[in-house]
């Protein structure tokens, strides 16, 4: 259990990193895209790389940090049920809801972006825009990334249900223990 404990732990620590160094995406896309309005009303231009760049950090922005939103908890859920439920049934909740819905979904993204991804890369694919950003093969790339993450953060969840179902809650840092209040 103890080693259950220490995947979980840095699993935690990967989403953590990434969806920290994702969050600070949110700074360049409100830099770009007030660059991008300065630009095309006070000098009358634009610059069409300009405009795909803000939309494409915002892509990557959202899915990379998708992992580190599910270990923070924050992703949409149905609360009539989950919240006042026992901590045992959370668990046992989370750990169907990872095994039945989230793994499957995580790999069905995988499998189908797989090909498009590696076609993409192979083409050096760039914007569809005239003038456009370079480069679109690597923002596709983090349709996996996102995958990956979430599947992983996934793998977590399932460790922490398991420690506290064979009743080692002990091991679960508090961080990302269940809240007992509600929020």
């Known amino acids: ?25 949110a700074l360049g896309i409100v830099a770009v895209c007030f660059w991008v309005v300065v630009e095309r009303y006070v000098f009358s231009t634009t610059q069409l790389y300009l405009q795909d760049l803000y939309v494409w950090l915002n892509g990557a922005m959202f899915t990379a940090a998708a992992g580190y939103a599910l270990y923070r908890n924050d992703h949409v859920r149905v609360d009539i049920f989950f919240r006042p ?27 189908y972006s797989w090909r498009f991804v590696l076609r993409s890369w192979s083409n050096f694919e760039g914007s569809a825009n005239v003038g456009g950003m ?43 223990r269940y809240k007992y209040e509600t929020e």
């Open 1 to 25: 259990m103890v080693h259950l404990a220490m995947l979980m732990r840095a699993i935690n620590l990967v989403n953590r990193m990434v969806g920290n160094l994702a969050s600070w995406l």
């Open 85 to 111: 439920a026992a901590v045992t049934r959370k668990a046992l909740l989370d750990l169907i809801g990872v095994v039945v819905f989230l793994m499957p979904y995580c790999f069905v993204v995988w499998y």
């Open 134 to 176: 370079p480069g679109l093969f690597v923002l596709k790339t983090f349709i996996l990334v996102f995958a990956a993450l979430v599947a992983l953060q996934g793998v977590a969840m399932a460790i922490r249900s398991i420690l506290i179902l064979t009743r080692r809650e002990d091991l679960v840092p508090d961080d990302y």
